[in-house]
């Protein structure tokens, strides 16, 4: 039996951590794994699980809870008629192939690599987020042929990478072919299902020493932190979205660039153990 105590300690923890994400999802329209990852970095280091496979379970669990999350927003999107179906039937083979490559890769890693890489991506992706402009574009159209194939499994195998659905790269990547932001963000979510879906199986069937688990972990995902952080999304999120309503979210977002790349900056630096 998992020690009572340290089991409340993780609850407590994982409410805080679940009801910051749902918070920042409603209010500035980031995918929670952007924010998961790191938070589950330190909630199961701060608990004493800072085992070698550290950031597999972190990866996993932030998928698995984007599973669920993308499935309602891309439910919520389709009534409005905003989810770009050609796209996804398009870009889905590649997606798919991309996120199984990446859970091959990252299952071979070590935890302070994948801590590294995730360090990388995310400085890149909050300067997008800080610097970009709406009107940045590399065609008026999304690739299709030799370009999709390239791009395709590449966003699907830089996403498991990062335990991130399909916002923080398919946005900025739809966005820079010319789709509106709304039919970007919607899409998106559906990328998010397609990385999510075969990536959690993946890493379901990745044994983690069990000196170095969290108590109800089934492969890499641990079934307390998805279930917790679901539920709290689903209290908070609305929450964020009044706030968005309430105020202008713009000079907030690129806040939240600034912590973005101050978060990635630190694990960039735990990864090479300074």
Partial sequence: MPDTTLLLQMLALLMVIGGF??????????????????????????????????MQMCLATSLATIIVTSVRSVLSHNKKGAVDWDILRGWAPGIVIGALIGVWVASGLRSATLTGIFGILGITVGLYMGLGRAHWRLAPEMPQGVTRMILSPILGFLSVLMG???????????????????????T???????????????????????????PFTLGAVNLVA?????????????????????????PLKRVFAVFLTLVALNMLRKSMGW
Avoid: C, N
């Fill in 188 to 214: 998106a979510a559906g990328f998010g299902i397609l990385i999510a879906v075969p990536s959690v199986l993946g890493f379901l069937l990745l044994e983690i020493d069990p000196a170095h688990r969290p």
């Fill in 226 to 250: 998805f279930v917790v952080v679901i539920a709290m999304t689903l209290i908070t999120a609305p929450w964020g979205v009044k706030l968005a309503h309430a105020m202008d979210p713009k």
């Fill in 164 to 186: 991130i659905g399909g916002g923080s790269f398919g946005v900025p990547l739809m966005s820079l072919y010319g789709r509106p932001i709304h039919r970007a963000v919607a």
């Fill in 21 to 54: 994400a749902g918070v920042l999802a409603g209010l500035l329209g980031v995918g929670g794994g952007i924010v998961l990852v790191p938070a589950f970095y330190y909630a199961f280091q701060t608990l004493g699980y800072d085992g070698p496979q550290l």
